[in-house]
């Protein structure tokens, strides 16, 4: 069986920069107090440059910072959104 990228990217097949972003990622989500400068050079080892390094960090930050705001408020999903995930 073929993991889907949504489900589980662990175990979806991805190619290694992709992967090791998305380690990234979830140790920027889960735990940033963490995050060392051994992490970025992973990234650059990957062949990601410090503008998509940044880049990402941005987009990863961001979204993190908008869900505690919707959880603090506890902001309704859209109707389209499922809800068997959450």
């Known amino acids: 069986m073929v993991a889907h990228?949504?489900?589980d990217?662990?175990?979806?097949?991805?190619?290694s920069p992709t992967r090791?972003?998305?380690?990234?990622a979830v140790k920027l989500t889960r735990?940033?107090?963490?995050?060392?400068?051994?992490?970025?050079?992973?990234?650059?080892?990957?062949?990601w440059t410090d503008a998509a390094i940044h880049d990402?960090?941005?987009?990863?930050?961001y979204f993190n910072y908008i869900n505690r705001v919707a959880d603090g408020l506890h902001v309704?999903?859209?109707?389209?959104?499922?809800t068997d995930n959450y």
């Open 31 to 47: 735990r940033p107090s963490e995050m060392t400068e051994h992490d970025i050079i992973r990234l650059r080892e990957e062949g």
């Open 5 to 7: 990228i949504k489900t």
């Open 9 to 15: 990217y662990t175990r979806a097949d991805l190619d």
């Open 20 to 24: 090791a972003l998305l380690d990234y």
């Open 76 to 82: 309704d999903l859209e109707p389209e959104m499922p």
């Open 56 to 61: 990402a960090v941005q987009v990863i930050s």
